[in-house]
């Protein structure tokens, strides 16, 4: 079967180049090795950060991309994707001060409010550190975000096939791939592979990426003790040289998800594992320094009342996205555990790519 493009991997990240590249009126497969909604990955769960907290122009300029691409993915579902109770960040205060220089330069709303009036305003939490808060930002729909990505791709033409492992990629020339399944051959100009833990599976040896280190990790969802209580996103820093942050994993990251709780979680903490051979069970003591987080700074929870949950993170080196080509070959991998809230910009790169265009150096396989 011939065809423009073949996408490998039907997670945010593949939805989102399916749909970009469909409404650039190319002709688009994507192919899913599991089933339409399933747990096994990064990208199952009702919401993830939209986090606006970055220093970086360039991500920066790819999370303002986001914002308006989401925007206009829900106007043409006619389903809201963002919840913008905004975002409290605390903990590192340098950091947070460079964050808001860089918001400051591009316009992005920022402002700082003291430790003692964002208890006030934000109940369920504790604060040591003045906090950093970002109104335009707060949480994506994840899970709706996922439907609508093949919502409106589908509707440009785009045909997802969910339990269609790929079995081969194999490189015919520069314009030419062929993508095999248990039942069909696709022939395309360009393959793109988006498959999350699975990637080095995927490609094998058809690129040279950076090392990509694939772990479970396993934040939790609490209970509110006040369904009342209004609760931002928020990013938590420790302070290093504060002994009573020694039991810390990592920053701390969170948000409500209604019907849920408050969820809360170490960031890329988790015990390395083949994506094949995960456990999806907590590590004991991640779990009660978690818990002990809640005791300490979630005062709006009830701590014992944790569900563990459990994600993959495929995380690069110094954390930075991989979008890249390699001949036909286009791969979008190694989100490190913070690309959700950028899945529709990701998906205009990863499409301009398959165009002839490149992406931030930032984003080269090389750096």
Known sequence: ??????????????????????????????????????????????????????????????????????????????????????????????????????????????????????????????????????????????????????????????????????????IVGDEQVLVVTDDTEYTARRVVVTAGAWTNKVIGGLAKLPPLVVTQEQPAHFTPLDNSVVWPSFNHSPDPDDPAYKYWYSPVYGMLTPGEGVKAGWHGVGPVMDPDERTFEPVPQQLEALVRYAQEWLPGVDPSSAVPISCTYTTTPNEDFVLDRFGPLVVGAGFSGHGFKFTPAIGRVLKDIVDGGVAPERFSATR
């Open 1 to 170: 079967m011939q065809v423009d493009v073949v996408v490998v991997g039907g997670g945010a990240m593949g939805s989102a180049a399916a749909w970009q590249l469909a409404r650039s009126g190319k002709s688009v497969i994507l192919l899913e090795q599991f089933e339409e909604g399933h747990h096994i990955g990064a990208s199952h769960g009702a919401t993830r950060n939209f986090n606006t907290a970055y220093a970086e122009a360039d991500y920066l300029d790819l999370v303002t991309e986001a914002r308006t691409l989401w925007d206009e993915l829900a106007a043409e579902t006619g389903k809201p994707l963002l919840d913008l109770v905004g975002l409290a960040n605390h903990g590192n205060v340098s950091r947070l001060t460079q964050v808001h220089e860089a918001h400051a330069e591009r316009g992005i709303e920022s402002y700082f409010i003291s430790a003692a009036d964002a208890a006030g305003r934000w109940q369920g939490m504790n604060f040591s550190t003045d906090v950093l808060f970002v109104p335009e930002a707060g949480r994506v729909r994840a899970a709706e975000a996922l439907v609508a990505l093949r919502t409106s791709a589908e509707a440009r033409g785009a045909a997802f096939k969910y339990s269609t492992p790929v079995r081969d990629i194999r």
